[in-house]
């Protein structure tokens, strides 16, 4: 019989998972750190899934029809999803970027020739970096947007599709590799959506999962005053702030099976360091957010309690959208006598800096 799909959407999910086998026993680790490689979804992330599950909600709902406009807030890796995944369905995508989209996602909704927005359009959130980012403020501005326009507002952040999604498919496929041995879930939180859905269908069929949440240290997220200029991308807190800083998601799934065990910071020059490694080690190129979910990992691996034990930790996306940042900037060693005047190092310095921030912003 014939194998020929007839659209992108056919082919999201059952991603696999792999060992960190080579990186583990360089350093000793006894625990078996699994990664799923979302990036091999269609468009390149696990975003994947969650725009397509958008996209049936909507046509169920009859809110979407072939020819329609679909408009969200991105940081990259959902958009790319909903203009891939939406322009094979005859749809139609605009993004409003956040701070931080790479030149390269730039480009790439370019190359579908989607017509861009800056974050910052939407009125309600144009002073977050004064007060910080009000997901509820945001829901508020995208959807007067969507009203004012005739648009379809995709909701990746409030729409309970999301983690269903997860709770549907990436929940059991990571449960049917791995035999029902898993012992900890670690992924990064930006939606909560892979989070909240993986962790709520493990939980049912392993109570005593641990799951794990990992988000950026402050010195990583654009709004915080130590903010260093290199950001994990896609990242909003899951704890240690106010309640209306939470993503929607975990707020909102509390009383429906799902909770943290542990919420992990990462500074994103660790998860640069991790990437790097890993890139050599197993020759995986991961996107920063899936280095900072492994280097959680790797935190966890190192703990006693978890030798001989299965960690699965999302691998949301690779690093090819992240080459204009420091993400693989490998730090060149020089020789004493190269090296300049103390001046000049401090100038050098404060240089590279600046170049990191402007890339990274």
């Given at each position: 019989?014939?194998?020929?799909?007839?659209?992108?959407?056919?082919?999201?999910?059952?991603?696999?998972?792999?060992?960190?086998?080579?990186?583990?026993?360089?350093?000793?680790?006894?625990?078996?750190?699994?990664?799923?490689?979302?990036?091999?979804?269609?468009?390149?992330?696990?975003?994947?899934?969650?725009?397509?599950?958008?996209?049936?909600?909507?046509?169920?709902?009859?809110?979407?029809?072939?020819?329609?406009?679909?408009?969200?807030?991105?940081?990259?890796?959902?958009?790319?999803?909903?203009?891939?995944?939406?322009?094979?369905?005859?749809?139609?995508?605009?993004?409003?970027?956040?701070?931080?989209?790479?030149?390269?996602?730039?480009?790439?909704?370019?190359?579908?020739?989607?017509?861009?927005?800056?974050?910052?359009?939407?009125?309600?959130?144009?002073?977050?970096?004064?007060?910080?980012?009000?997901?509820?403020?945001?829901?508020?501005?995208?959807?007067?947007?969507?009203?004012?326009?005739?648009?379809?507002?995709?909701?990746?952040?409030?729409?309970?599709?999301?983690?269903?999604?997860?709770?549907?498919?990436?929940?059991?496929?990571?449960?049917?590799?791995?035999?029902?041995?898993?012992?900890?879930?670690?992924?990064?939180?930006g939606t909560a959506g892979t989070l909240v859905g993986v962790g709520r269908y493990l939980r049912e069929k392993n109570p005593d999962v641990k799951i794990i949440g990992v988000?950026?240290?402050?010195?990583?997220?654009?709004?915080?005053?130590?903010?260093?200029?290199?950001?994990?991308?896609?990242?909003?807190?899951?704890?240690?702030?106010?309640?209306?800083?939470?993503?929607?998601?975990?707020?909102?799934?509390?009383?429906?099976?799902?909770?943290?065990?542990?919420?992990?910071?990462?500074?994103?020059?660790?998860?640069?360091?991790?990437?790097?490694?890993?890139?050599?080690?197993?020759?995986?190129?991961?996107?920063?957010?899936?280095?900072?979910?492994?280097?959680?990992?790797?935190?966890?691996?190192?703990?006693?309690?978890?030798?001989?034990?299965?960690?699965?930790?999302?691998?949301?996306?690779?690093?090819?959208?992240?080459?204009?940042?420091?993400?693989?900037?490998?730090?060149?060693a020089l020789s004493r006598d190269a090296l300049p005047s103390a001046v000049d190092t401090d100038t050098a310095a404060d240089t590279e800096t600046a170049a990191v921030q402007?890339?990274?912003?």
């Amino acid at each position: 019989m014939s194998k020929i799909h007839r659209s992108i959407a056919e082919l999201v999910g059952n991603t696999p998972l792999v060992e960190l086998t080579n990186y583990q026993a360089r350093h000793g680790l006894k625990a078996h750190i699994i990664g799923k490689l979302e990036y091999l979804n269609p468009s390149g992330s696990v975003k994947d899934r969650l725009a397509q599950a958008l996209i049936e909600e909507g046509r169920a709902n009859g809110d979407i029809t072939d020819g329609s406009t679909l408009i969200d807030v991105t940081s990259g890796n959902t958009g790319i999803s909903l203009a891939a995944l939406g322009h094979a369905q005859g749809l139609k995508f605009i993004p409003y970027l956040e701070p931080g989209t790479t030149q390269e996602r730039i480009d790439i909704f370019e190359g579908y020739g989607l017509d861009t927005h800056s974050f910052t359009d939407i009125e309600e959130v144009a002073d977050f970096e004064e007060k910080g980012l009000v997901p509820d403020d945001l829901v508020r501005g995208i959807t007067r947007i969507a009203e004012e326009q005739g648009y379809y507002y995709a909701g990746q952040t409030v729409r309970e599709s999301n983690q269903e999604a997860h709770y549907r498919t990436t929940g059991p496929e990571i449960w049917e590799d791995t035999d029902g041995h898993v012992d900890y879930f670690v992924a990064l939180g930006g939606t909560a959506g892979t989070l909240v859905g993986v962790g709520r269908y493990l939980r049912e069929k392993n109570p005593d999962v641990k799951i794990i949440g990992v988000h950026g240290a402050s010195s990583s997220r654009p709004d915080s005053e130590d903010f260093t200029g290199n950001i994990i991308d896609g990242t909003l807190p899951l704890g240690g702030v106010s309640e209306e800083f939470l993503p929607t998601l975990v707020k909102s799934n509390r009383d429906n099976g799902f909770r943290f065990d542990e919420i992990i910071d990462v500074r994103a020059e660790d998860a640069y360091e991790t990437a790097q490694a890993t890139a050599e080690s197993d020759g995986l190129f991961l996107g920063t957010s899936a280095a900072a979910a492994l280097t959680a990992a790797i935190e966890v691996a190192k703990r006693p309690e978890a030798a001989g034990k299965n960690i699965v930790v999302i691998y949301a996306d690779n690093g090819f959208k992240y080459l204009s940042t420091g993400l693989y900037k490998r730090k060149k060693a020089l020789s004493r006598d190269a090296l300049p005047s103390a001046v000049d190092t401090d100038t050098a310095a404060d240089t590279e800096t600046a170049a990191v921030q402007a890339a990274a912003v």
